[in-house]
């Protein structure tokens, strides 16, 4: 069964420190997708993506993060210059068109120092 | 988004039926509901997803009744590797967004 692909499983970077996460997803799946999760708490909703451009953003996405498919098979998300309270997991989904279900990759515990 | 309300957690023995009812008085006519289960420092794993009435699959069956404010999940024979969080969603999935929403969800125990 077609699976969402993240890395790294772990990062762990020092504060201020620029990092990507990696995701590759699904095969001709169309819509793209960031969320976290700090530990004990819930899953967020970070970005979506759809036809090369950001169709959504939350107020946790704001201008340290960016995210970019630079080709036809990864999709990055960056974060300019982390902070301590970046510390989560971070998920990545996709998701084949309309009505159709998002799944998920097993995440990036991403630790900040 | 219309808001969902689910148990915050529930315990079963193994082999028997798990029945999780999600209410959403909200739902709006674009809305589908979609549930997915959560292993610690696991991602989210989609189980099923429904428009009205009932839809089954291998590992689940998800009834809605004809008003749609409520949606139960049914898992049949749980065993032990069945302990997770699950998550009721309700959001329009038609559009180039349909972000997912995330509540707390209920925390299923399964025991011998």
């Known amino acids: 069964e077609p699976e969402v692909t993240q890395t790294p499983s772990h990062q762990v970077t020092q504060m201020g420190q620029e990092v990507i996460l990696r995701c590759v997803p699904i095969s001709n799946h169309l819509y793209f997708y960031w969320y976290r999760q700090i530990l004990g708490q819930k899953v967020e909703f970070l970005v979506s993506?759809?036809?090369?451009?950001?169709?959504?953003k939350s107020e946790i996405f704001d201008d340290q993060f960016s995210v970019e498919r630079p080709d036809g098979s990864n999709f990055t998300l960056k974060i300019r210059s982390t902070k301590l309270e970046d510390s989560a997991m971070y998920f990545c989904?996709?998701?084949?068109?309309?009505?159709?279900?998002?799944?998920f990759g097993d995440g990036t515990r991403l630790s900040i120092l | 988004l219309a808001k969902t309300t689910q148990p915050i957690s529930m315990d079963s023995y193994e082999g028997q039926e798990v029945n999780i009812t999600c209410s959403h008085n909200?739902?709006?006519?674009?809305?589908?509901i979609t549930w997915y289960q959560q292993f610690p420092s696991q991602g989210p794993r989609f189980i099923i997803q429904g428009y009205k009435t009932k839809v089954t699959n291998e590992v689940a069956s998800l009834f809605i009744p004809a008003d749609r404010k409520s949606s139960t999940l049914s898992l049949p024979r749980v065993s032990l590797s069945d302990t997770a969080v699950y998550y009721c969603l309700v959001g329009d999935s038609t559009g180039t967004a349909s972000k997912l929403t995330f509540g707390t969800g209920t925390r299923l125990q399964v025991t011998l």
């Open positions: 993506f759809y036809n090369n451009e950001i169709s959504e």
């Open positions: 989904a996709s998701r084949a068109r309309a009505n159709q279900p998002q799944h």
């Open positions: 909200n739902i709006a006519t674009n809305d589908y």
